[in-house]
């Protein structure tokens, strides 16, 4: 895609398979609160909310330049048990006049069980699906006519492909939600990170009453949000990603490993990027919900990096 000088968020990039969008959540009126986390050691000051704001807006507003690539791998692995399940799938990235847009294809090259996502952020954020099974579309199988599925806010928070991963997390709407409160400063694993509770807006809130809030934590040495927690009733934490590798491609930094792990259950899902491909010019209509039932191949083998 032509991208005419506009620039994809670097969170978009950095944190993938959080996976590299982030959503604008209207004004809704605010929900039940919660109560901010008590900071694990002394701070010098009380908690300047202004400069929280700053700091929210800067991770908001970074940015890199062009269209990217990841060739990825989901591995399950359920609590208490050796088994592992391996789900490859493929993820395209860019801008348009709505914001970040990405795509992602589940599975690809699997006639009954590949699945597509069309995951739009901006003010008027949405989540499209496509499967090759026909018994999901209401059309045949693999073919141009068939249509995408636009998720209602509660179905983005079902599960994707048998793992813990939502729609949810890939869209990661909480970076734009208004209602949010700076808890100051956080140490952990030797670094230093700003914390942040977003509460969410009604529209979410009346989908998934169980869903309180979101803690972020932003590493402004990396420039990037290292973990976020989802929050259910009374604060406890349901899920948890975290980023755990970064690797070097072309002068920037690029997420390599991330982990999703359910709280309730103990299951993980590993998030491993095998090939980085960045500033490429993509076809603007495969982030279309009408081509989305179009496959898309992957860029050229030598213009992608092979993750370590």
């Known amino acids: 895609m032509t991208t005419g000088g506009k620039t994809i968020p670097g969170q978009a990039i950095i944190f993938a398979c959080l996976f590299c969008i982030f959503g604008t959540a209207h004004a809704f009126a605010q929900s039940r609160s919660i109560t901010p986390s008590v900071p694990d050691y002394r701070q010098a000051a009380p908690v300047d909310q202004d400069k929280g704001r ?32 391996i789900i490859p799938g493929r993820m395209w990235g860019s801008r348009n006049e709505r914001g970040p847009v990405t795509r992602i294809t589940l599975r690809p090259g699997s006639q009954n069980d590949e699945r597509d996502l069309l995951v739009q952020s901006g003010p008027q954020s949405a989540v499209w699906t496509y499967s090759r099974n026909n018994n999901t579309n209401g059309g045949q199988a693999g073919s141009a006519s068939s249509a995408a599925a636009r998720l209602d806010p509660s179905a983005m928070f079902e599960p994707l492909a048998g793992t813990d991963l939502s729609a949810f997390e890939l869209q990661m709407p909480f970076i734009h939600w208004n209602d949010h409160t700076y808890e100051g400063l956080r140490s952990g694993n030797f670094r230093v990170t700003h914390a942040f509770l977003m509460r969410p807006p009604a529209e979410i809130a009346n989908a998934r009453p169980d869903l309180t809030g979101v803690r972020l934590y932003y590493d402004e040495g990396y420039r990037t949000i290292t973990v976020f927690e989802i929050l259910g009733p009374g604060g406890a934490v349901k899920k948890t990603m975290r980023l755990k590798d970064f690797h070097k491609v072309s002068d920037m930094f690029f997420l390599r490993k991330a982990e999703l792990r ?43 990096w092979k993750s370590r």
């Open 262 to 304: 359910n709280e309730t259950t103990g299951n993980g899902t590993d998030f491993n990027v095998l090939l980085t491909g960045v500033k490429l010019d993509l076809p603007r209509d495969i982030f279309s919900p009408e081509k989305l039932s179009v496959s898309v191949e992957p860029p050229p083998l030598k213009t992608l």
């Open 54 to 85: 700053a700091i929210l807006e800067a991770i908001r507003t970074s940015a890199i330049d062009g269209d990217f690539y990841f060739e990825f791998q989901l591995i399950l692995r359920p609590k208490g048990t050796s088994t592992r399940t």
